[in-house]
């Protein structure tokens, strides 16, 4: 993948490594990059573990495909990084969130945040 000149300012020198690392030899173009926060609801079923919803700040939307590939970032701190990733066709497909940690100038995932099939 070519980082484009389209790429926004926010986009920190972690997350291009990022994307180098992980979205290098990709068939599907990224159709979004941004920006997200978590929320945090109340959980019925499990009151001591409140659900988490990512929320979308801000994306530039680099290319129109009818299966889009979303990537979104929060910078949980200088080595950790949480990507929100959505793919699929508009009523199908994948919303996963991993976080990951930097570690000698390599990204390693650690956990799986959430994971939703559409």
């Known amino acids: 993948m070519e980082l484009s000149k389209n790429i926004p300012d926010y986009v920190t020198e972690n997350m291009r490594a990022w994307l180098s690392q992980f979205k290098q030899d990709q068939l599907n173009p990224i159709t979004k990059i941004g920006l997200f926060h ?9 009151p001591e573990k409140p659900r988490r919803i990512p929320r979308i700040d801000e ?50 995932q650690t956990k799986i945040l959430m994971k939703q099939l559409r």
């Open 38 to 46: 978590w929320e945090f609801r109340t959980n019925r079923r499990n």
């Open 59 to 108: 994306y530039v939307k680099l290319e129109d495909h009818s299966f889009r590939h979303e990537i979104y970032f929060h910078p949980f701190d200088e080595e950790t990084l949480h990507v929100y990733e959505s793919s699929g066709i508009s009523l199908g497909g994948l919303n996963i969130a991993h976080e990951y940690f930097l570690k000698d100038e390599k990204f390693l």
